[in-house]
């Protein structure tokens, strides 16, 4: 992506800008879109995301100049809001028909699995392909996302969607159910410790991933010139296993459980982001299982919160966690900037292993995150 930019005049800031323009468009989107799902249907707003998202990549690949990409930005990120919250709201929603919905992880899980598998393919061809042009990889990801959009022709709204009172739902009324959602005392907790601290921190994992990477190989002995081809089967590698890893979502909630899991796990990967700094070849078997466990995690806290909030307002109050996310990993994303530039990158992370470590300790002592006695946790 970032070669393409280059390639076709843009400089390093005027990436970052567009980066800015796609977060800030996810932020202020999340609500309105998330919005537009619970009033118009899951399955219409999945379809307009998808459209935009196509369309938005065949001219990201037809563009040269960087005006015209900041609007795509923008559209882009756009077209990722009104799918946020909606896909989950609809897979819930559908299992809930099914009287299913305790198995929302592990439906969840195998379909991410199925994701990644795929996209280690894509990986390896998407590179072959910039070889040849750096507009094919764009066009070809149009064409693929458009036949998603063919695919959701076929699909329809659950009927425990259909039975609520969408029609009638004001925007003014969803605000007050996202208010009431998030103020909930046995949801409280857990956006803290998973929307605030812990995605935030992980978060970090993926924007250093490549610095790190090259800084890690070329000290083992690696060549420099073969840093980048390297990288890409790294990339194939790293969804392999994090599809292996999706594909027993549900085995691990039945023998780890969830509240283990998001009790232990914070722990588990800031003693490993710490570890990172002091043994720098630890960064590789991080990085390698970090989708997999990111994609494990996000199911559990997409079946924990889903299991806590109502049919009505579904998709604004997931598209609400998302938003608050979003938020919370600015602050995140500038200190470790300044931090990389005075120090290191393996010292950002570092610092932020740190950071959740001593967070997630606190609000435990503050708070257990993670309840039972909810059917289907």
Same mark, same amino acid.
């Given at each position: 992506? &970032?070669?393409?930019?280059?390639?076709?005049?843009?400089?390093?800031?005027?990436?970052?800008?567009? %980066?800015?323009?796609?977060?800030?468009?996810?932020?202020?989107?999340?609500? $309105?879109?998330?919005?537009?799902?619970?009033?118009?249907?899951?399955?219409?707003?999945?379809?307009?995301?998808?459209?935009?998202?196509?369309?938005?990549?065949?001219?990201?690949?037809?563009?040269?100049?960087?005006?015209?990409?900041?609007?795509?930005?923008?559209?882009?990120?756009?077209?990722?809001?009104?799918?946020?919250?909606?896909?989950?709201?609809?897979?819930? !929603?559908?299992?809930?028909? %099914?009287?299913? %919905?305790?198995?929302?992880?592990?439906?969840?899980?195998?379909?991410?699995?199925?994701?990644?598998?795929?996209?280690?393919?894509?990986?390896?061809?998407?590179?072959?392909?910039?070889?040849? !042009?750096?507009?094919? /990889?764009?066009?070809?990801?149009?064409?693929?996302?458009?036949?998603?959009?063919?695919?959701?022709?076929?699909?329809?709204?659950?009927?425990?969607?259909?039975?609520?009172?969408?029609?009638?739902?004001?925007?003014?009324?969803?605000?007050?159910?996202?208010? %009431?959602?998030?103020?909930?005392?046995?949801?409280?907790?857990?956006?803290?410790?998973?929307?605030?601290? &812990?995605?935030?921190?992980?978060?970090?994992?993926?924007?250093?991933?490549? /610095?790190?990477?090259?800084?890690?190989?070329?000290?083992?002995?690696?060549?420099?010139?073969?840093?980048?081809?390297?990288?890409?089967?790294?990339?194939?590698?790293?969804?392999?296993?994090?599809?292996?890893?999706? &594909?027993?979502?549900?085995?691990?909630?039945?023998?780890?459980?969830?509240?283990?899991?998001?009790?232990?796990?914070?722990?588990?990967?800031?003693?490993?982001?710490?570890?990172?700094?002091?043994? /720098?070849?630890?960064?590789? $078997?991080?990085?390698?299982?970090?989708?997999? #466990?990111?994609?494990?995690?996000?199911?559990?806290?997409?079946? &924990?919160?889903?299991?806590?909030?109502?049919?009505?307002?579904?998709?604004?109050?997931?598209?609400?966690?998302?938003?608050?996310?979003?938020?919370?990993?600015?602050?995140?994303?500038?200190?470790?900037?300044?931090?990389?530039?005075?120090?290191? /990158?393996?010292?950002? #992370?570092?610092?932020?292993?740190?950071?959740?470590?001593?967070?997630?300790?606190?609000?435990?002592?503050?708070?257990?995150?993670?309840?039972?006695?909810?059917?289907?946790?």
């Amino acid at each position: 992506m &970032y070669l393409f930019f280059l390639a076709q005049g843009l400089d390093f800031t005027q990436i970052a800008i567009l %980066e800015v323009i796609y977060n800030l468009t996810t932020l202020f989107g999340e609500i $309105p879109t998330g919005y537009v799902g619970d009033r118009v249907g899951r399955r219409n707003s999945l379809l307009i995301g998808t459209v935009l998202i196509a369309v938005t990549l065949l001219g990201i690949g037809l563009s040269s100049s960087f005006l015209t990409l900041a609007v795509l930005y923008a559209c882009w990120s756009a077209g990722y809001n009104f799918r946020s919250g909606s896909e989950d709201a609809w897979l819930y !929603d559908t299992l809930t028909d %099914e009287l299913s %919905e305790g198995e929302f992880a592990h439906v969840r899980g195998r379909g991410e699995s199925a994701s990644l598998a795929v996209g280690a393919g894509a990986a390896i061809v998407g590179g072959y392909l910039g070889s040849i !042009d750096l507009s094919y /990889p764009w066009f070809v990801a149009a064409v693929v996302t458009g036949v998603g959009a063919v695919v959701l022709l076929t699909l329809d709204d659950p009927e425990t969607y259909k039975q609520s009172e969408s029609d009638d739902l004001s925007f003014r009324r969803t605000v007050g159910i996202v208010k %009431e959602a998030l103020s909930q005392r046995n949801l409280r907790a857990f956006i803290l410790y998973y929307y605030v601290l &812990y995605a935030a921190v992980t978060y970090l994992v993926f924007v250093f991933l490549q /610095p790190i990477f090259r800084t890690v190989v070329v000290d083992i002995g690696i060549a420099p010139a073969q840093v980048e081809s390297l990288l890409g089967w790294f990339y194939a590698a790293y969804s392999l296993v994090g599809a292996v890893l999706s &594909y027993y979502t549900g085995a691990i909630k039945e023998r780890v459980g969830v509240k283990t899991w998001f009790v232990v796990l914070p722990f588990l990967v800031g003693a490993a982001l710490v570890g990172m700094y002091f043994v /720098p070849v630890l960064a590789l $078997p991080t990085f390698l299982v970090a989708r997999g #466990l990111s994609d494990v995690t996000r199911s559990f806290a997409g079946q &924990y919160v889903n299991n806590r909030i109502e049919t009505l307002g579904r998709a604004t109050v997931l598209s609400a966690m998302a938003m608050v996310s979003g938020l919370a990993v600015v602050p995140f994303q500038l200190g470790s900037g300044v931090i990389s530039d005075y120090v290191s /990158p393996l010292f950002a #992370l570092a610092a932020a292993g740190g950071v959740l470590i001593v967070g997630s300790g606190l609000l435990l002592l503050w708070e257990t995150p993670v309840k039972d006695g909810v059917p289907n946790s």
